[in-house]
């Protein structure tokens, strides 16, 4: 099977997520056929204003592709990810997501398509 190639996805619309007035947008791009363990890459962005609180129902991880998000997790752990960091979050975590101003995310999920 050839590979796929998915030129630019940085400057692909990230639509919004349905958080009431929470600033938040997700895009799922690339969704593997494996209906055992699917696997699903995108981009999460998160602008000024209202926290996200999310609980992980799969495994995922995070990479800064721009700006900067501040993640605390349920133990209180906080950290300031910038361009190039990247977070693991365990099945069952639950994180509290905000911004100084944005915050952009390509992600990679053990889930299927539409199931953030």
């Known amino acids: 099977m050839p590979m796929k190639y998915y030129e630019q996805i ?7 997520m349905d958080t009431g007035d929470v600033p938040a947008f ?4 690339v ?3 494996d209906t055992e363990k699917p696997i699903t890459s995108g981009l ?6 209202e926290s996200l609180t999310y609980t992980y ?13 501040i993640i605390e997790d349920e133990t209180g752990q906080k950290k300031t990810g910038k361009v190039g960091d990247l977070f693991y979050f365990n099945k ?3 994180v ?4 100084p101003d944005y ?8 889930r299927g398509e539409g199931e953030a």
């Open 92 to 94: 069952g975590t639950t």
């Open 26 to 29: 997700l895009v799922d791009i």
């Open 10 to 16: 940085k400057n692909q619309e990230i639509p919004p």
């Open 103 to 110: 915050g952009i995310g390509f992600f990679v999920g053990q």
């Open 57 to 69: 129902t799969y495994h995922e991880m995070k990479l800064i592709v721009d700006g900067t998000l």
């Open 96 to 99: 509290t997501f905000t911004t």
């Open 44 to 49: 999460f962005r998160l602008e000024k204003g």
């Open 31 to 33: 969704i593997s056929e």
